[in-house]
Nanobody, 124 residues
Framework: QLQASGGGLVQAGGSLRLSCAAS????????VGWFRQAPGMERHFVAA????????IYADSVKGRFTISRDNARTTMYLQMNSLRPEDTAVYYC???????????????????WGQGTQVTVSS
């Protein structure tokens, strides 16, 4: 299971750090990623990191502003979000994937376990 937290209301230009805690010792064997879904929109890829910390990919819209990381000892993944914009407003979901191919991680179909989502609202 995955439990996301850290969302909230922030002004444009501000920062938030999302966390996603995983239960179970198999966390280190999975790639993990973040997706987001704005109201009335489909869910979109944000960032992912493979199980060995070697492959990290970002959506173009967040490159240079967001940083994904993971702590296998704590079975937790993070998404540091800086320079937030109103268009970043969405529900953010964390997910885990058994895929070992980094390029697969941009697709929702690669993920088998999803967290419940945490709301991020950026005011202008």
């Amino acid at each position: 299971q995955l439990q996301a937290s850290g969302g909230g209301l922030v002004q444009a230009g501000g920062s938030l750090r999302l966390s996603c805690a995983a239960s179970g010792r198999s966390f280190r064997g999975y790639a993990v990623g973040w997706f987001r879904q704005a109201p009335g929109m489909e869910r979109h890829f944000v960032a992912a990191i493979d199980r060995n910390h070697n492959g990290i990919i970002y959506a173009d819209s967040v490159k240079g502003r967001f940083t994904i990381s993971r702590d296998n000892a704590r079975t937790t993944m993070y998404l540091q979000m800086n320079s937030l914009r109103p268009e970043d407003t969405a529900v953010y979901y964390c997910a885990a994937s058994p895929s070992v191919i980094s390029s697969n991680l941009v697709s929702q179909t690669a993920y088998k376990t999803w967290g419940q989502g945490t709301q991020v609202t950026v005011s202008s």
